[in-house]
């Protein structure tokens, strides 16, 4: 590669190394009736599409900037967007058993039961980029549960950091996620990082204009714009080679 010698890598986390084993509603569906509680799965992942895309919009970052809210931000976002898309999808139950059925799925995806591995093949590529030297950062638009996630299935152990935009309040394709990352990593040229994930505008185009270089995990090729080239365009992170 042209330029400074690659020191890091930094991933994408969700569709990138992790995710979901089935759709949001199958799941939200099976939880609450074990609970009792009788719902609609193609309607709960209907309602929690939009859902997340209005409270996103309200409560950026997981509601990182609401210091009025009580206990941990994030939790109080995730509980509020559940409950949402369980009255949006026509669920009727008290509302202390909505509550309940709330908090046991925020604590589900925080374990690794409804998440698999993108590519089995993600630790052992992780442990041979170790090898070469080459520092790793997990760098995503998630929460604090990623950590236990990623602690789940061995791989936060092979990691340098994790930068979340839960955490910080501003989130990818904003350049100061990326030059958080810079920061943690002790890296002085935006040439010494590749960025690795599957969105065009969040990881693509902002590590380009950040003056990185960047791959898209792109194993359909869906992605139709032109301006990635077929070098650029990673169909399993397995197959990645970076030296």
């Not at 990623?150 to 092979?158: E, T």
């Not at 989130?171 to 990593?185: A, C, G, T, Y």
């Not at 990635?228 to 990673?234: L, N």
């Amino acid at each position: 590669m042209a330029g400074s010698v690659l020191r890091a890598v930094s991933f994408d986390a969700m569709n990138t190394l992790i995710k979901l084993r089935e759709p949001v509603g199958v799941t939200y569906a099976s939880v609450a009736g074990k609970m009792g509680v009788t719902a609609d799965a193609d309607k709960l992942t209907s309602a929690f599409k939009d859902n997340f895309a209005t409270m996103a919009k309200e409560f950026p970052c997981y509601g990182h900037d609401q210091v009025n809210w009580p206990g941990s931000r994030s939790l109080y976002w995730w509980t509020a967007l559940v409950k949402r898309s369980f009255v949006q999808s026509g669920v009727v139950c008290e509302e202390t058993v909505l509550d309940d059925v709330a908090r046991r799925l925020v604590h589900h995806y925080a374990t690794r039961k409804p998440w698999k591995l993108v590519d089995e093949q993600a630790p052992a590529l992780l442990r041979r980029l170790r090898r070469k030297g080459l520092h790793i950062v997990v760098m995503s638009n998630f929460d604090k549960r990623l950590r236990d996630i990623l602690s789940d299935f061995d791989v936060l152990s092979l990691v340098d950091a994790v930068v979340l935009s839960g955490d910080l309040g501003f989130e990818k394709p904003d350049s100061r996620i990326f030059e958080v990352v810079m920061r943690e990593l002790k890296l002085s040229d935006p040439t010494e990082l590749v960025h690795i994930g599957d969105s065009y505008e969040k990881d693509y185009s902002a590590a380009r204009k950040m003056g990185m270089r960047a791959l898209l995990l792109d194993p359909d090729g869906v992605c139709e714009h032109e301006d990635v080239p077929p070098e650029d365009r990673v169909k399993r992170l397995g197959d990645l080679r970076l030296y």
